[in-house]
Nanobody
């Protein structure tokens, strides 16, 4: 089970940190990712990382502004979002799978999902 938190309403240019707490300890080779879904749009990839920290990847739209990380002791993943834009408004979902995949940006690759947390950026 994954539980996201940290969403809210912020102004453009602000920062926000999302958290994703897992109920079970993740294995070192597992993958954790963040996706987002804006109203009327498909769910899209934001960022992913291998739990052991060996690999992190980002969507072009957030590269340089967002940072994915994790705290192994807390079994929690984070998404630090900076310089937020109006187009970042979406429900943000945390996802997990047992092993890293080259198809890390595909929704269907992940079998564990949280319920999402809403991020609203006002212009």
């Amino acid at each position: 089970q994954l539980v996201e938190s940290g969403g809210g309403l912020v102004q453009a240019g602000a920062s926000l940190r999302l958290s994703c707490a897992a109920s079970e300890r993740a294995s070192s080779n597992s993958a954790v990712a963040w996706f987002r879904q804006a109203p009327g749009k498909e769910r899209e990839f934001v960022a992913a990382m291998r739990w052991n920290g060996a690999r992190t990847v980002y969507a072009d739209s957030v590269k340089g502004r967002f940072t994915i990380s994790r705290d192994i002791a807390k079994n929690t993943a984070y998404l630090q979002m900076s310089t937020l834009k109006f187009e970042d408004t979406a429900v943000y979902y945390c996802a997990q799978r047992a092993s890293w995949t080259v198809r890390f940006s595909e929704v269907y690759e992940y079998n564990i999902w949280g319920l999402g947390t809403l991020v609203t950026v006002s212009s």
